[in-house]
């Protein structure tokens, strides 16, 4: 292959197609994506799988890492299982969203990350304190932290004694999870669903730093906001992949093609499609953020980094030991203690002094109560009338299980699993104080797009002056 393979302005996502495939054909760039799968070579890789997707949706084929050439001979973006061999992936995901403007971070991409800027700071300085080195990655609309914590390894251990895996997932990870029939180990799962609590002790710290120096709503997931003069805009420290099953979750390779935009092209058309690509995954590797904004989109840059950066999973297992001192020192792990002490003495309570909106989505949770800004709003609403968190887990489980028509949602998902990561999350944010209910009114509800009763004559400020008391009381 030549080694200038610059894209030239393109006239039709087919040209950008046959210029992935001269770009993946750089011996360079396939062996960095090696290296990020693990183990040497295809045949000993550490992925369990690799997922691929051609940009114009969210389905992912799932695969084997030796099918990786096929992928790239075919111009997919390509993603690698965080489940893994060898290791435990903890994986940070960090995004700007624009609700109103969605293709916002593409078409002005140097505003989206120097919005995010203050965020990655404080997510570095805090993993800092625990002297965690990640490896960093540039994505379409924000970044990556990666590292990897042995599963031979003290922290594992410990990560797994943290972990409560719910009976009906410990059943899901117990059947074939990967196209050659594995099922994910109870020792995996557990570690996973541990480090899904360091993170929101991260997350939660990253939050509060974030107030003083983010001019954007900083959010633990895509949850809508009031709009703004750019429209609802936030950045996220997205903790959602903590909720779902762990073999459920991968995340790009790097050098890999960014495809994203692609699922817009109904909305802005083909030719605005092929202004926006090419777009690459790439580490930031010490780069300032404009200089990571032109290389991303130049593909003789990327391969120039490609044949100089490693982006091998660094292993900080010893460095993970800190920050689970860290975290067992601070409310959020007590917090975390007290609610999963109460998930077996579940108390059956009626809602109906919960106002329409809650109900509303309690009765109709498909689509509504897979939406982390609905979730939330149960969860303030039903604290503030005394609820425990536990009890609000059980409620939210029973809504799951109504056949409201959930198509495959729950092969993929487990019910429980996530009633109780998303309570677990809004309740731990109201307990601590980080959330400052500033948005539990019935305007923001509006603006957010979840008012969903005409005419309703409710009002949620007296159900943020009951919950604000409530926390006061504690």
């Known amino acids: 292959m030549a080694e200038h393979c610059a894209v030239a302005p393109q006239t039709s996502t087919l040209e950008i197609s046959g210029s992935l495939r001269r770009y993946y054909d750089n011996p360079a760039i396939r062996q960095r994506m090696y290296e990020f799968l693990g183990g040497g070579d295809l045949q000993h890789a550490n992925a369990k799988y690799i997922a691929a997707a051609d940009g114009y949706s969210d389905y992912h084929l799932l695969s084997n890492p030796c099918d990786l050439p096929e992928y790239l001979d075919g111009a997919l973006e390509v993603d690698r299982s965080l489940w893994d061999t060898q290791s435990l992936i903890a994986d940070i995901d960090l995004e700007y969203h ?147 099953p762990l073999h459920t979750r ?49 593909p ?53 002094l919960a106002p329409p909106c809650v109900r509303f989505v309690l009765e109709r949770p498909n689509d509504w109560l897979l939406k982390p800004a609905a979730l939330q709003h149960v969860v303030r609403v039903l604290m503030a009338l005394g609820w425990s968190p536990s009890d609000i887990a059980h409620r939210i489980c029973r809504a799951y299980s109504n056949d ?16 109780i990561f998303y309570t677990r999350l809004f309740a731990g944010m109201i307990t601590t104080g980080l959330d400052q209910l500033i948005d539990f009114n019935c305007a923001s509800h509006q603006e957010k797009g979840y008012c969903m009763i005409p005419e309703c004559s409710s009002n949620l400020l007296p159900y943020r002056d009951m919950l604000l008391g409530r926390r006061k009381q504690r």
């Open 404 to 419: 409201c028509g959930w198509g495959d949602t729950w092969e993929r998902l487990d019910p429980c699993d996530r009633s």
């Open 250 to 298: 991968h995340i790009r390779i790097p050098f890999s093609a960014y495809l994203k935009p692609k699922q817009l092209e109904w909305m802005l058309g083909e030719a605005e499609i092929c202004r926006l690509l090419p777009i690459f995954e790439i580490p930031l590797a010490g780069m300032s953020q404009a200089q990571a904004m032109a290389a991303m989109r130049n």
């Open 98 to 244: 624009n609700f109103d403007y969605p293709a916002a971070p593409w078409r002005d991409p140097e505003r989206a990350f120097q919005l995010q800027q203050p965020v990655l700071d404080a997510t570095l300085q805090t993993l800092g304190k625990a002297a965690i080195g990640p490896l960093v990655l540039v994505s379409g609309r924000g970044y990556h932290l990666v590292w990897a914590i042995r599963r031979n390894s003290k922290a594992f251990d410990r990560l797994v004694g943290l972990g409560h895996v719910p009976s009906s997932l410990r059943a899901k990870y117990a059947q074939a999870c990967a196209s050659d029939g594995s099922s994910v180990d109870p020792e995996s799962g557990a570690a996973f669903s541990g480090l899904g609590l360091v993170m929101e002790f991260v997350g939660h710290r990253v939050l509060e730093a974030s107030m003083e120096t983010c001019i954007l709503p900083v959010q633990p997931a895509a949850i809508e906001v009031g709009p703004g003069i750019r429209g609802r805009e936030i950045i996220s420290f997205d903790l959602s992949e903590y909720g779902d």
């Open 300 to 352: 003789d840059k990327v391969l120039e980094i490609a044949r100089h950066v490693s982006v091998q999973i660094p292993d900080q297992s010893e460095t993970m030991e800190q920050l689970l001192d860290h975290y067992e020192q601070s409310e959020l792990a007590r917090f975390h203690t007290q609610f999963y002490g109460q998930l077996g003495q579940e108390v059956e309570r009626s809602d109906v």
